[in-house]
């Protein structure tokens, strides 16, 4: 059984930073890849950020120079720095990882979301 629990989501104002963090436990080998994901009423989840096994990272066009994603394998634990954040950021913020779980004796790939976390931009 694997988890991923998210924190860091909250009110700020235009301008402002926040950090999410996304934090994976369980019967883990490793961590393939961290995605993060965001979310609006009536609206499709969209992908933000991604980072591989190897540090390689991608992201949207509306946050690049903005965003952060980051990864920390000792830990099993994603992040996602968000800074000169914008009104248009407001939206509930998923977690996604790919992990190696263990299914002894052999190791499986499956995906994974976390909860959620509420980002509120005010102007």
């Known amino acids: 059984q694997v988890q991923l629990v998210e924190s860091g989501g909250d009110l700020v104002q235009a301008g402002g930073s926040l950090r999410l963090s996304c934090a994976a436990s369980?019967?883990?080998?490793?961590?393939?890849?961290w995605g993060w994901y965001r979310q609006t009423p009536g609206k499709q989840r969209e992908l933000v950020a991604a980072?591989?096994?190897?540090?390689?990272?991608n992201y949207a066009d509306s946050v690049k120079g903005r965003f952060t994603i980051s990864r920390d394998n000792t830990k099993n634990q994603g992040f996602l720095q968000m800074d000169s954040l914008k009104p248009e950021d407001t939206a509930v913020y998923y977690c996604?990882?790919?992990?190696?779980?263990?299914?002894?004796?052999?190791?499986?790939?499956?995906?994974?979301w976390g909860q959620g976390t509420q980002v509120t931009v005010s102007s």
């Open positions: 996604n990882a790919e992990i190696w779980v263990v299914a002894s004796p052999l190791v499986e790939k499956r995906g994974y």
């Open positions: 369980g019967s883990i080998h490793s961590i393939n890849a």
């Open positions: 980072i591989t096994s190897g540090g390689t990272t």
